[in-house]
């Protein structure tokens, strides 16, 4: 019996220990990463240009009071950070720059996963409409001059 006790004592103190559950383990890498500033998940991204795939990592806003506030205050942002603003249903998509510091790329993502225009360059803190041509299932932000600077177009595909 007290070999029992002994063997029953080190398998529960085996299980106890740090590393040793798988199941921990895993769930802890499977947990979305959050953005420090906002709160929001932040998800992988890629944008296939010319069979090269271009990786980002972007905060994804899927409510209306995030997609509301979206980047605004923000004074600064990664060359590969950016921000997904997910359309469900798809819809004609329309942006503006209201307290916004920086200048960002409005990169509209239609039903097809491909990119249908670029608002490049917005200007900070400019309320002029920026509008999708057709229906979008997301807006791509990303900081200003980024999808120049890639060689980003109408026609590449986005995926996250």
Not at 74 to 81: L, N, Q, V, W
Not at 124 to 142: F, I, N, Q, W
Request: proline letters at 8%; one cysteine or more; glycine letters at 10%.
């Amino acid at each position: 019996m007290r070999g029992f006790l002994l063997a029953t004592l080190a398998l529960t103190l085996a299980a106890c220990s740090p590393g040793s559950n798988d199941a921990t383990a895993q769930s802890t890498q499977a947990a979305p990463a959050v953005h420090p500033q906002s709160g929001l998940p932040v998800v992988p991204l890629t944008i296939t240009h010319g069979g090269k795939k271009l990786a980002f990592r972007v905060e994804v806003a899927r409510s209306g009071q995030e997609q509301a506030k979206g980047l605004m205050f923000r004074t600064a942002m990664g060359a590969d950070e950016g921000m997904i603003f997910p359309m469900e249903p798809p819809r004609g998509a329309s942006f503006w720059m209201r307290n916004t510091v920086i200048p960002l790329d409005l990169i509209f993502v239609g039903t097809d996963g491909r990119i249908t225009n670029i608002a490049a360059n917005a200007v900070p803190y400019d309320e002029t409409p920026l509008r999708s041509t057709g229906l979008v299932k997301a807006v791509l932000e990303l900081n200003g001059g980024r999808a120049a600077q890639l060689g980003i177009v109408p026609g590449d595909r986005v995926e996250w």
